[in-house]
Every structure is written in structure tokens, then in C-alpha cells.
């Protein structure tokens, strides 16, 4: 009944920037809160940024004053702004958006940083 699709990844050089965007759709009262996760080959996956309904935010340490997550609650819409990216962020980025009852995931949208 709710769908989650990101989008924005690409392939950027060290350096540049990327803009993500996770739309959620479907049957929805209410989303209380919505993330970016992001999975490396051969790692565990990890939290990047988390936005409550009410705007609270937190980051990880790895990407705090470069990652910035924001919302748009009558779009069901988050964002995730990227500056000064690294090779180390590549990965897989997840989102993830805790609906009425339930947590639904994207599939995710790769982001590759080239040295």
C-alpha cells in the first residue's frame, strides 16, 4: 500500500555534490519519520541522517557539516543534500520512512565518488 522510490545517485568526483530525493506514496495518514541509510560493499548498512515529522534531525559522525536531510511533509517528500563527497561514501543509499504503523523501504539509488 506504500511505496518508497529514491532518487538522485549518480557517479560524482571527489569533491562535487549530489541531491537525493525519496518520495513515499500510497495509503498514508501520517509519516512520522523519515532516513537515509546507505550500504558499502562488504560492510554493515549504516544510518547517514534521520528527520523526525517535527524536524529534528541527526547525522552521522562520518558525514556531519557535509550531509544535510531536510523534508517536505505535503510532499511526503526528504531530501539529502551531499557536499565535498569522498570516495569512502560510496555505497548503496537507502530510504526509509516510518509510516502510520509500519517502516517501508526504498530500493535504494547508488552513489559512486571517483578519486
Known amino acids: 500500500q506504500v511505496q518508497v522510490v529514491e532518487s538522485g545517485g549518480g557517479l560524482v568526483q571527489a569533491g562535487g555534490s549530489l541531491r537525493l530525493s525519496c518520495a513515499a506514496s500510497?495509503?498514508?495518514?501520517?509519516?512520522?519519520?523519515m532516513g537515509w541509510y546507505r550500504q558499502a560493499p562488504g560492510k554493515e548498512r549504516e544510518l547517514v541522517a534521520h528527520i523526525s515529522s517535527g524536524g529534528s534531525t541527526n547525522y552521522a559522525d562520518s558525514v556531519k557539516g557535509r550531509f544535510t536531510i531536510s523534508r517536505d511533509n505535503a510532499k511526503n517528500t526528504a531530501y539529502l543534500q551531499m557536499n565535498s563527497l569522498k570516495p569512502e561514501d560510496t555505497a548503496v543509499y537507502y530510504c526509509s520512512a516510518f509510516v502510520d504503523v509500519m517502516t517501508y523501504w526504498g530500493k535504494g539509488t547508488l552513489v559512486t565518488v571517483s578519486s
Open positions: 500510497g495509503i498514508i495518514v501520517s509519516i512520522y519519520s
